[in-house]
């Protein structure tokens, strides 16, 4: 298993991509899209080495992640999901657990991920604390409602 960088070479498998719960997140396509029009917006796939796709998220550098920490040198954490045909199986955990080293190695200057979580989201609140992020006593009125906000420090 390893991180990428989206390319090309996932579209047909992203269109196949189906989230089962999206009341939580963001469809991959529409991030994808997103991105091809900011240059900010990082899509980031799990994959396995024959490269099929588990896991699938955003790491945001724009303004965006003001709203969650002040820290300039943060990316956040967007648009985070799993294939529905992989789900239960361990991968967000294993993308999760990959994050850190990943970011280290392609964007040398952060210091903290950040992301919002619906309150009403206890699946992945316990998921992002397992992964080693801490619950912020702030939290964000989003589109869909309250907004935990988590962090995880990556000195």
């Known amino acids: 298993m390893k991180l990428v960088t989206y390319n090309n070479k996932f579209k047909n498998q992203i269109k196949t991509y189906q989230v089962e719960n999206i009341i939580f997140t963001g469809l991959p396509q529409n991030a994808i899209k997103i991105s091809q029009k900011n240059k900010d917006y990082h899509p980031i796939l799990l994959v396995n080495e024959s490269n099929d796709i588990y896991t699938f998220f955003v790491l945001d550098y724009g303004d ?6 002040s ?10 999901s799993t294939n529905e045909r992989f789900l239960r199986k ?3 955990f294993s993308a999760l657990s990959l994050l850190s080293k990943y970011v280290q190695t392609n964007y040398p200057n952060i210091q903290e991920i ?3 979580v ?9 998921l992002y604390k397992k992964a080693g992020f801490e619950k912020k006593a702030k939290t964000y009125i989003g589109k869909k409602g ?3 906000i988590f962090s995880k420090s990556i000195l």
Do not use: E
């Open 64 to 69: 965006d992640k003001f709203k969650y920490t």
């Open 71 to 80: 820290n300039i040198n943060s990316l956040l954490l967007r648009s985070f």
């Open 90 to 92: 361990g991968y967000a």
């Open 114 to 116: 950040v992301l919002g």
């Open 118 to 126: 619906n309150k009403r989201n206890l699946a992945a609140q316990n």
């Open 146 to 148: 309250i907004q935990l």
